[in-house]
Protein backbone atom coordinates (compact mmCIF):
# COMPACT_ATOMS: atom_id res chain seq x y z
CA UNK A 1 0.00 0.00 0.00
CA UNK A 2 2.46 2.23 0.78
CA UNK A 3 4.59 1.84 -2.38
CA UNK A 4 0.84 2.50 -4.42
CA UNK A 5 0.97 5.36 -2.42
CA UNK A 6 3.76 6.81 -3.46
CA UNK A 7 3.55 5.75 -7.17
CA UNK A 8 0.07 7.77 -7.16
CA UNK A 9 1.69 10.93 -5.67
CA UNK A 10 4.94 10.62 -8.18
CA UNK A 11 2.46 10.65 -10.96
CA UNK A 12 0.35 13.35 -9.54
CA UNK A 13 4.03 15.09 -9.60
CA UNK A 14 4.66 14.48 -12.71
CA UNK A 15 1.26 15.14 -14.02
CA UNK A 16 1.05 18.73 -12.12
CA UNK A 17 4.83 19.35 -13.76
CA UNK A 18 3.77 18.53 -17.13
CA UNK A 19 0.25 20.94 -16.76
CA UNK A 20 3.11 23.48 -14.97
CA UNK A 21 5.05 23.54 -17.99
CA UNK A 22 2.30 24.00 -20.44
CA UNK A 23 0.29 26.84 -18.92
CA UNK A 24 3.72 28.65 -18.77
CA UNK A 25 4.52 27.87 -22.36
CA UNK A 26 1.29 28.97 -23.57
CA UNK A 27 1.79 32.25 -21.86
CA UNK A 28 4.99 32.79 -22.74
CA UNK A 29 4.10 32.40 -26.37
CA UNK A 30 0.68 34.27 -26.06
CA UNK A 31 3.17 37.32 -25.25
CA UNK A 32 5.86 36.68 -28.05
CA UNK A 33 3.14 35.84 -30.68
CA UNK A 34 1.27 39.72 -29.65
CA UNK A 35 4.61 41.78 -29.16
CA UNK A 36 5.63 39.99 -33.25
CA UNK A 37 1.90 39.79 -34.84
CA UNK A 38 2.61 42.28 -37.55
CA UNK A 39 5.12 39.61 -38.72
CA UNK A 40 3.74 36.61 -37.91
CA UNK A 41 0.32 36.87 -38.91
CA UNK A 42 1.45 37.81 -42.42
CA UNK A 43 4.09 34.57 -42.27
CA UNK A 44 1.58 32.33 -40.69
CA UNK A 45 -1.22 33.19 -43.55
CA UNK A 46 1.62 32.83 -45.66
CA UNK A 47 2.37 29.17 -44.84
CA UNK A 48 -1.07 27.90 -44.74
CA UNK A 49 -2.00 29.67 -48.38
CA UNK A 50 1.34 27.84 -49.52
CA UNK A 51 -0.31 24.79 -48.05
CA UNK A 52 -3.28 25.46 -50.05
CA UNK A 53 -1.12 26.26 -53.41
CA UNK A 54 1.21 23.36 -53.19
CA UNK A 55 -1.72 20.49 -54.79
CA UNK A 56 -2.65 22.95 -57.35
CA UNK A 57 1.95 23.39 -58.36
CA UNK A 58 1.68 19.97 -58.00
CA UNK A 59 -0.71 19.18 -60.77
CA UNK A 60 0.73 21.56 -63.07
CA UNK A 61 4.08 19.94 -63.00
CA UNK A 62 2.58 16.50 -63.42
CA UNK A 63 -0.36 17.31 -65.80
CA UNK A 64 1.81 20.05 -68.17
CA UNK A 65 4.83 18.40 -67.72
CA UNK A 66 6.59 21.63 -66.77
CA UNK A 67 9.53 22.89 -64.28
CA UNK A 68 8.37 23.68 -60.30
CA UNK A 69 9.35 27.00 -61.01
CA UNK A 70 7.01 27.52 -64.63
CA UNK A 71 4.22 25.95 -62.62
CA UNK A 72 4.25 28.01 -59.08
CA UNK A 73 4.28 31.50 -61.51
CA UNK A 74 1.37 30.06 -63.47
CA UNK A 75 -0.73 29.33 -59.68
CA UNK A 76 0.45 33.20 -59.00
CA UNK A 77 -0.91 34.12 -62.10
CA UNK A 78 -4.29 32.79 -61.77
CA UNK A 79 -4.06 33.77 -57.77
CA UNK A 80 -3.30 37.60 -58.95
CA UNK A 81 -6.26 37.54 -61.51
CA UNK A 82 -8.85 36.31 -59.07
CA UNK A 83 -7.49 38.90 -56.45
CA UNK A 84 -7.54 41.51 -58.81
CA UNK A 85 -10.92 40.60 -59.58
CA UNK A 86 -11.90 40.94 -55.80
CA UNK A 87 -9.89 44.63 -55.77
CA UNK A 88 -12.16 45.73 -58.90
CA UNK A 89 -15.13 44.14 -56.84
CA UNK A 90 -14.48 46.41 -53.39
CA UNK A 91 -13.71 49.32 -55.45
CA UNK A 92 -17.42 49.16 -57.58
CA UNK A 93 -18.93 48.78 -54.02
CA UNK A 94 -17.22 51.72 -52.87
CA UNK A 95 -18.30 53.48 -55.67
CA UNK A 96 -21.77 52.46 -55.42
CA UNK A 97 -22.01 53.42 -51.85
CA UNK A 98 -20.43 57.08 -52.90
CA UNK A 99 -23.01 57.65 -54.99
CA UNK A 100 -26.12 56.38 -53.48
CA UNK A 101 -25.12 58.45 -50.53
CA UNK A 102 -27.25 60.91 -50.27
CA UNK A 103 -30.15 58.24 -50.71
CA UNK A 104 -28.77 55.89 -47.88
CA UNK A 105 -28.61 59.38 -45.80
CA UNK A 106 -32.11 60.64 -47.02
CA UNK A 107 -33.80 56.48 -45.89
CA UNK A 108 -31.92 57.28 -42.56
CA UNK A 109 -33.58 60.25 -42.11
CA UNK A 110 -36.91 59.13 -43.26
CA UNK A 111 -36.97 55.95 -41.08
CA UNK A 112 -35.77 58.09 -37.86
CA UNK A 113 -38.11 60.40 -38.18
CA UNK A 114 -41.01 57.72 -38.38
CA UNK A 115 -39.42 56.61 -35.40
CA UNK A 116 -39.73 59.77 -33.56
CA UNK A 117 -43.02 60.16 -34.25
CA UNK A 118 -43.78 56.85 -32.57
CA UNK A 119 -41.60 57.33 -29.58
CA UNK A 120 -43.39 61.29 -29.50
CA UNK A 121 -46.54 59.79 -28.80
CA UNK A 122 -45.21 58.41 -25.80
CA UNK A 123 -42.96 61.38 -24.71
CA UNK A 124 -44.26 64.70 -25.09
CA UNK A 125 -40.90 66.46 -24.06
CA UNK A 126 -39.12 64.17 -26.62
CA UNK A 127 -37.02 66.99 -28.88
CA UNK A 128 -37.39 65.97 -32.38
CA UNK A 129 -35.77 68.72 -33.86
CA UNK A 130 -32.28 68.24 -32.68
CA UNK A 131 -32.74 64.42 -33.22
CA UNK A 132 -33.31 64.75 -36.87
CA UNK A 133 -30.93 67.45 -37.17
CA UNK A 134 -28.10 65.31 -35.82
CA UNK A 135 -29.39 62.36 -37.92
CA UNK A 136 -29.05 64.53 -41.16
CA UNK A 137 -25.68 65.78 -40.06
CA UNK A 138 -24.21 61.91 -39.43
CA UNK A 139 -20.65 61.43 -41.02
CA UNK A 140 -21.37 59.54 -43.94
CA UNK A 141 -18.17 60.48 -45.95
CA UNK A 142 -15.95 60.45 -42.84
CA UNK A 143 -17.13 56.45 -42.60
CA UNK A 144 -16.52 55.79 -45.97
CA UNK A 145 -12.65 57.20 -45.64
CA UNK A 146 -12.06 54.57 -42.83
CA UNK A 147 -13.56 51.96 -44.63
CA UNK A 148 -11.36 53.07 -47.30
CA UNK A 149 -8.18 53.35 -45.28
CA UNK A 150 -9.37 49.56 -43.66
CA UNK A 151 -9.27 48.03 -47.38
CA UNK A 152 -6.10 49.44 -48.35
CA UNK A 153 -4.64 48.05 -45.41
CA UNK A 154 -5.78 44.76 -46.06
CA UNK A 155 -4.40 45.12 -50.20
CA UNK A 156 -1.33 45.68 -48.56
CA UNK A 157 -1.01 42.75 -46.07
CA UNK A 158 -2.44 40.60 -48.89
CA UNK A 159 0.93 41.94 -50.99
CA UNK A 160 3.05 41.15 -48.00
CA UNK A 161 1.24 37.35 -47.77
CA UNK A 162 2.04 36.71 -51.28
CA UNK A 163 5.77 38.24 -51.42
CA UNK A 164 6.31 35.31 -47.82
CA UNK A 165 3.98 32.50 -49.87
CA UNK A 166 6.14 32.90 -52.91
CA UNK A 167 9.66 32.39 -51.16
CA UNK A 168 8.49 29.74 -49.36
CA UNK A 169 7.10 28.05 -52.64
CA UNK A 170 10.19 28.80 -54.14
CA UNK A 171 12.21 26.90 -51.52
CA UNK A 172 12.33 22.97 -51.56
CA UNK A 173 8.86 21.48 -52.06
CA UNK A 174 6.87 21.34 -49.03
CA UNK A 175 6.64 18.35 -47.43
CA UNK A 176 6.25 16.89 -43.51
CA UNK A 177 7.78 14.21 -42.11
CA UNK A 178 5.98 10.45 -42.94
CA UNK A 179 7.00 9.54 -38.83
CA UNK A 180 5.24 10.69 -35.37
CA UNK A 181 2.44 12.41 -35.18
CA UNK A 182 3.66 14.77 -38.75
CA UNK A 183 1.44 12.38 -41.03
CA UNK A 184 -1.79 13.26 -38.93
CA UNK A 185 -1.36 16.69 -38.97
CA UNK A 186 -0.94 17.36 -42.43
CA UNK A 187 -3.93 15.14 -42.96
CA UNK A 188 -6.38 17.06 -40.58
CA UNK A 189 -4.76 20.58 -41.93
CA UNK A 190 -5.11 19.31 -46.14
CA UNK A 191 -9.07 18.09 -45.24
CA UNK A 192 -9.74 21.40 -42.98
CA UNK A 193 -8.14 24.18 -45.93
CA UNK A 194 -9.04 22.50 -48.87
CA UNK A 195 -12.75 21.72 -47.14
CA UNK A 196 -13.07 24.95 -46.39
CA UNK A 197 -11.70 27.16 -49.13
CA UNK A 198 -13.84 25.08 -51.46
CA UNK A 199 -17.35 25.79 -49.55
CA UNK A 200 -16.11 28.74 -48.66
CA UNK A 201 -15.79 30.25 -52.33
CA UNK A 202 -18.93 27.89 -52.70
CA UNK A 203 -20.52 30.08 -49.99
CA UNK A 204 -19.51 33.55 -51.32
CA UNK A 205 -20.72 32.65 -55.04
CA UNK A 206 -24.10 31.68 -54.16
CA UNK A 207 -24.64 34.60 -51.21
CA UNK A 208 -23.64 36.84 -54.11
CA UNK A 209 -26.52 35.46 -56.99
CA UNK A 210 -29.14 35.78 -54.41
CA UNK A 211 -28.43 39.24 -53.28
CA UNK A 212 -27.82 39.76 -57.20
CA UNK A 213 -31.10 38.91 -58.13
CA UNK A 214 -32.46 40.58 -54.97
CA UNK A 215 -31.22 43.65 -56.44
CA UNK A 216 -29.29 44.46 -53.30
CA UNK A 217 -26.65 46.91 -53.91
CA UNK A 218 -23.11 45.68 -53.44
CA UNK A 219 -24.02 42.56 -53.63
CA UNK A 220 -20.66 41.15 -55.15
CA UNK A 221 -19.33 42.99 -51.81
CA UNK A 222 -21.25 40.93 -49.72
CA UNK A 223 -20.66 37.66 -51.60
CA UNK A 224 -17.02 38.50 -51.02
CA UNK A 225 -16.62 38.69 -47.02
CA UNK A 226 -19.12 36.00 -46.73
CA UNK A 227 -16.20 33.72 -48.36
CA UNK A 228 -13.76 35.18 -46.22
CA UNK A 229 -15.94 35.40 -43.11
CA UNK A 230 -16.47 31.44 -44.11
CA UNK A 231 -13.50 30.40 -42.54
CA UNK A 232 -13.89 32.24 -39.12
CA UNK A 233 -16.48 29.00 -37.56
CA UNK A 234 -20.08 29.75 -36.42
CA UNK A 235 -19.63 33.80 -35.71
CA UNK A 236 -18.50 34.03 -39.48
CA UNK A 237 -21.49 33.02 -41.11
CA UNK A 238 -23.65 35.00 -38.52
CA UNK A 239 -21.85 38.28 -39.14
CA UNK A 240 -22.06 37.69 -42.74
CA UNK A 241 -25.99 37.24 -42.78
CA UNK A 242 -26.21 40.22 -41.10
CA UNK A 243 -23.70 42.38 -43.16
CA UNK A 244 -26.19 43.20 -45.59
CA UNK A 245 -29.32 43.88 -43.43
CA UNK A 246 -28.31 47.84 -43.50
CA UNK A 247 -28.34 48.59 -46.66
CA UNK A 248 -31.42 46.24 -47.23
CA UNK A 249 -32.81 48.67 -44.77
CA UNK A 250 -32.17 51.85 -46.75
CA UNK A 251 -32.49 50.64 -49.96
CA UNK A 252 -35.64 48.46 -49.73
CA UNK A 253 -39.19 49.56 -48.23
CA UNK A 254 -40.22 46.16 -49.11
CA UNK A 255 -40.37 44.34 -45.48
CA UNK A 256 -40.49 40.82 -47.82
CA UNK A 257 -37.33 41.84 -49.43
CA UNK A 258 -35.44 42.68 -46.52
CA UNK A 259 -36.72 39.63 -44.69
CA UNK A 260 -35.18 37.47 -47.87
CA UNK A 261 -31.90 38.88 -47.71
CA UNK A 262 -31.13 37.64 -44.57
CA UNK A 263 -33.37 34.09 -45.06
CA UNK A 264 -31.62 32.77 -48.21
CA UNK A 265 -28.28 33.42 -47.60
CA UNK A 266 -28.49 32.39 -43.69
CA UNK A 267 -30.07 29.22 -45.41
CA UNK A 268 -27.24 28.96 -47.36
CA UNK A 269 -25.01 29.25 -44.68
CA UNK A 270 -26.49 27.11 -42.22
CA UNK A 271 -26.23 24.15 -45.06
CA UNK A 272 -22.97 24.46 -45.59
CA UNK A 273 -21.86 25.08 -41.59
CA UNK A 274 -23.98 22.37 -40.28
CA UNK A 275 -24.53 19.38 -42.82
CA UNK A 276 -21.96 19.82 -45.51
CA UNK A 277 -18.70 20.77 -43.70
CA UNK A 278 -19.04 18.27 -40.85
CA UNK A 279 -19.81 15.58 -43.69
CA UNK A 280 -16.82 16.03 -45.93
CA UNK A 281 -14.42 16.41 -42.79
CA UNK A 282 -15.90 13.99 -40.23
CA UNK A 283 -13.41 13.99 -37.21
CA UNK A 284 -10.51 14.97 -38.46
CA UNK A 285 -10.50 18.24 -36.29
CA UNK A 286 -11.74 16.27 -33.11
CA UNK A 287 -12.34 19.43 -31.56
CA UNK A 288 -14.99 19.86 -28.81
CA UNK A 289 -17.23 22.74 -29.73
CA UNK A 290 -16.22 24.64 -26.12
CA UNK A 291 -12.71 24.23 -27.62
CA UNK A 292 -13.36 25.95 -30.81
CA UNK A 293 -15.10 28.97 -29.05
CA UNK A 294 -12.08 29.20 -26.79
CA UNK A 295 -9.71 29.31 -29.46
CA UNK A 296 -11.57 31.81 -31.32
CA UNK A 297 -11.69 34.27 -28.61
CA UNK A 298 -8.10 33.60 -27.68
CA UNK A 299 -6.71 33.75 -31.04
CA UNK A 300 -9.01 37.00 -31.68
CA UNK A 301 -7.63 38.80 -28.91
CA UNK A 302 -4.31 38.55 -30.17
CA UNK A 303 -3.92 38.60 -33.61
CA UNK A 304 -7.65 40.43 -34.28
CA UNK A 305 -9.68 38.69 -36.94
CA UNK A 306 -6.77 37.22 -38.97
CA UNK A 307 -6.40 35.18 -35.41
CA UNK A 308 -9.99 34.20 -35.71
CA UNK A 309 -9.38 32.59 -39.13
CA UNK A 310 -6.21 30.62 -38.06
CA UNK A 311 -7.59 29.33 -34.97
CA UNK A 312 -9.39 26.46 -36.15
CA UNK A 313 -5.78 24.96 -37.87
CA UNK A 314 -3.64 26.10 -35.08
CA UNK A 315 -5.66 24.60 -32.32
CA UNK A 316 -5.84 21.26 -34.44
CA UNK A 317 -2.16 21.01 -34.52
CA UNK A 318 -1.63 21.88 -30.91
CA UNK A 319 -4.15 19.20 -30.15
CA UNK A 320 -2.13 16.90 -32.26
CA UNK A 321 1.18 17.60 -30.91
CA UNK A 322 0.26 17.41 -27.09
CA UNK A 323 -1.42 14.22 -27.93
CA UNK A 324 1.52 12.88 -29.02
CA UNK A 325 3.59 13.48 -25.55
CA UNK A 326 2.11 10.84 -22.46
CA UNK A 327 2.64 13.85 -20.30
CA UNK A 328 0.79 15.97 -21.94
CA UNK A 329 -1.45 13.32 -24.08
CA UNK A 330 -4.45 14.62 -21.33
CA UNK A 331 -4.85 17.87 -22.37
CA UNK A 332 -5.31 17.06 -25.88
CA UNK A 333 -7.74 14.51 -24.16
CA UNK A 334 -9.87 17.93 -22.95
CA UNK A 335 -9.03 19.28 -26.31
CA UNK A 336 -11.47 17.05 -28.03
CA UNK A 337 -13.85 17.12 -25.19
CA UNK A 338 -12.72 13.63 -23.53
CA UNK A 339 -12.67 13.94 -19.58
CA UNK A 340 -11.10 11.02 -17.64
CA UNK A 341 -10.34 12.56 -13.96
CA UNK A 342 -8.88 8.99 -12.76
Known sequence: MAIESIENESNMSERFRSYS?????LFLSS??????????????????LAFILQPAIDKFEDKLKVR???AIVMVFIILLTLSAGLFITIGASLKQIVNNAAVYQSRI????ESGVQIVAQFDGDFDQAQLQEMIRELPFFTALKTISNALIKGVSDFFLVSIFTLFILSGSKISLPDTGFWPQINKSIRTYLLTKTVTSASTGIITAIILKMLGLDMAMMF???????????????????????????????NPVLIALTIALPGSIQFLVGNLIEPKIMGKSLDLHP???????????FL???????LATPITVIIRIFLQSNPSTEGFAEYMAGRFNWN
Open 223 to 253: GMLACFLNFIPTFGSVFATLLPIPIAMLQFE
Open 68 to 70: RSI
Open 303 to 309: WGVPGMI
Open 109 to 112: TSLV
Open 290 to 300: VTILLSLMFWG
Open 31 to 48: VSLSLTKGIMIPFILAVF
Open 21 to 25: FVLIA
